[in-house]
């Protein structure tokens, strides 16, 4: 989050994330996932699930994540979600 608050990664809007991080606003997440993140409790997936049946759980998530993209739902197929930059300092 300190790297957008410059005039080089803000890309114009520097001033105004300086003025959110100032009054605690602007965070990010280093390197991960956060931690407050939870596939027991999370209402924007089809099925809840925990370690007891994360088998499943990730089953049905993922099979209905390949039909809202329009994808043939296939257990064994790989599926990688990316979100996020590409760019030089990503390596």
């Known amino acids: 989050a300190n790297e ?3 005039p080089e990664g803000g890309n114009g809007l ?3 994330l300086q003025h959110r991080g ?12 956060s931690d ?3 596939p027991t409790t999370d209402p924007k997936i089809p099925r809840n699930y ?11 998530c993922k099979a209905a ?7 043939e739902a296939d257990p064994g197929t790989c599926l990688i979600g ?3 930059r590409l760019c030089y300092q990503k390596g």
């Open 4 to 6: 957008i608050r410059s």
């Open 14 to 16: 520097h001033e105004l």
């Open 22 to 33: 100032n009054e605690l606003r602007l965070g990010g997440i280093l390197n991960g996932i």
């Open 36 to 38: 407050e993140w939870s």
């Open 50 to 60: 925990r370690l007891a049946d994360v088998d499943e759980g990730k089953r049905v």
């Open 65 to 71: 994540l390949q039909k809202e993209l329009g994808l």
């Open 82 to 84: 990316f979100c996020g």
